[in-house]
């Protein structure tokens, strides 16, 4: 079974920067895609970005730029660069692995933005 754990959560000034992993319990060669979601306090989950096995990568409009996604296959981590982040960029950072039949959902990790 797949299991996804997000670890580097933190709270962090406006104009900072936060690296987020995560990591999975089998090689991320055989997961099709993985990425993350985020959900504000009030809001709808909604999705930041992925990459998938290929090495292909997207982003949400808002985060063009300033988050990089990237994976270690060798250490089955992937991660979330974040970059000039916002007070709109806070919120809890869902990690997720894209499988044939299933999407498999990590616990989540809060990222707080404030001075």
């Known amino acids: 079974q797949v299991h996804v754990v997000e670890s580097g959560g933190g709270l962090v000034q406006p104009g900072g920067s936060l690296r987020l992993s995560c990591a999975a319990s089998?090689?991320?060669?055989?997961?099709?895609?993985m990425g993350w979601y985020r959900q504000a306090p009030g809001k709808e989950r909604e999705w930041v970005a992925s990459?998938?096995?290929?090495?292909?990568?997207k982003y949400v409009d808002t985060v063009k730029g300033r988050f990089t996604i990237s994976r270690d296959n060798a250490k089955n981590l992937v991660y979330l660069q974040m970059n000039s982040l916002q007070p709109g960029d806070t919120a809890v950072y869902y990690c997720?692995?894209?499988?044939?039949?299933?999407?498999?959902w990590g616990q989540g990790t809060l990222v707080t933005v404030s001075s």
């Open positions: 089998v090689s991320i060669f055989s997961i099709y895609a």
């Open positions: 997720y692995a894209l499988l044939r039949d299933s999407k498999v």
């Open positions: 990459t998938t096995s290929g090495g292909t990568t």
